[in-house]
């Protein structure tokens, strides 16, 4: 069974008296430790689609079955669970919380997720290690290059293990050195048995994934 | 530990962007308080003195004075003066066992007494022993009041009241002096602790002339009692005791027990639970008005409430994302609103613990002025106070924090 399962899947905007049709009739599935770019042009519903799947929005209709579970069936609580757990993920413009140091950063979900002390310690800390960031666990994001940044917001992302990890234009505020390097430690985690699912402006990024989504006007299309 | 620490930086970063209206608002929370305190503290300090007073004269008693006859009973017409007599008191007690204590007295206005030179004349009242109990008549260091050996062999003692004493000796030791009393001389025995009194029959007892009952009877001649007092075991007993008394008395006399007007009673617990109640509507008015004050700085923390929620919108978000519930980011701001409430709180205690310290140090003369002037807090004064400082910071608190808690994070997460 895939992972991720969209069928006939909309979503409408209303915002006063114009309404947006950002997605029409979407079938996607993803199966697991599938890497997977969204691309297309702005405002064609690639951040609606994402957001969807990482349960911070509910569909206007059609279904999306996440690990087997139908999600409009889920309750609050239940949902923010599964952001903790199964879902990581990664922003633009990294949404570090300012006041907090680059561990605080990491452990936050670690503390959303009701883990202990301890074992919160030892965790953070290997996770700023594999981004290759122990020595600035003290510094706050302003203390950071923007690659920096982003590397603690992966390290947040991985804190709970989470099955899937959505990145929405990771790289859009990165030079292409740091954004090589943030792609080349999604690739690792790729061969590590993540699934991920990217989007992306950069042809050169995408064209070294797997897996194109082509998203145009809300629609699934073959070529843009 | 470490959410409470979030917390502290939360709270510091959003003073720090909010500097100037959180200053004021906890200004505003801390006179809220501080008005509340000193509100409830003068009420409380109100009540303490007018109960004082109130029970100078005795408390948990009835007393009762014999009267006429209103309704003819047997035979016999109406318009009858009742007379009861010394042991009419013991017949009582024996009678009623929800009686505990009885006492009763001769009295007399315009009785000489004399020391010296010194010449007044004064109300002169023959007791039993139980008023020193029932109606504190209570001696001053060094002094005693009258006791049953006294009654018993009429001895010629007099227990002064601390007014009298005052005007008779000019500061001179009473007890052990000789007085005259109509011209017989008396041994003084005691004088009487100084008290406030409010209620009172026959003056206060700061200017009496006390003296055993039995005494009393031989120098004046007196067999019938002008004044007879009992205290039930418990208060709540009273109308029964009361009915009791009536029905005892009654049918000694033969006049009709439901014949009010045969013996007259002033019941003081009746007129002191009136007075109890009139006392805690006062305060609760206080109360209310001070909470009102504090209602209004409640308003100025939710209004606080409301734009660091809408400051923290994106952060919201991203809280939701990493797998936030929502009631963590309800107490997240239910705790922030609680923390500016117990800082201002927390200065209104101490602002409002300085103020009344120096209000009672100040001499106070005037009598009215004497039940205003002597606020006190109390333990229940600083836990309502507390609870309702609580419960408006909580509102304020709660309130925007649900907003928070309903945010769509999708929608948070675009937000600039
Ligand atoms: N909360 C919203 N309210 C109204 N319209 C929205 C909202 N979110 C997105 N849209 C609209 O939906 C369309 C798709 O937006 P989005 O998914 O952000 O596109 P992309 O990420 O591909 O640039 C756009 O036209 C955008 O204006
Ligand atoms: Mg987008």
Redesign the interface.
Known sequence: MPLIQMQELNKKYNSGKVSVEALKDINVDVEENEFIAIVGPSGSGK??LM?IM?C??APSSGDYILDGAKVSDLK??RL??????KIG?V?QNF?L????SAY?NV???L???GIG?KR?KSRVMELLDRVGLADRAEHKPTELSGGEMQRVAIA?ALA?NPAIILADEPTGNLDSVAGGSIMEIFHELHRDGATLIVITHDRQIANNIPRVIKLKDGLVVDSL | MRHLWYLLRLFISDFNKQRKKITLTIMAIAWGTVSIIMLLSFGEGLKRQLEAGNTAMGKGIVIVWPGQTSKSYKGLPHGRRIWMKPEDMSLIKQRIPAIEEVGGEFSRWGVDIRYGEELMGRHCTGVTPSYENLRYHIPMQGGRFINQKDLDEKRRVAFLGNETAEKLFKGEEAVGKLVYINRVPFTVIGVMIPKEQTNMYSGPDNEKVVIPMTTFGTIFGDVYLDVFIFKPKVSEDVEFAKREVYRVMGSKYKFDPNDERALHMWDTIETQQIMTNVLLGIQIFMGIIGGLTLLVAGVGVANIMYVTVRRRTREIGVKMAMGAKPRYILWEFILEALMIGVSGGFVGFLIAGIIIRVIRQIPIEDEALKFLGKPVVSVEIAVITAIILTIIAFLAGFFPSRRAAKINPAESLRYE
């Open positions: 951040s609606t957001n990482g911070l929005d609050p609580n923010a669970d599964i952001r903790n757990r993920f922003f949404n919380l300012p006041y907090a605080e452990e936050l979900p503390i959303f997720g002390p919160r947040r709970n």
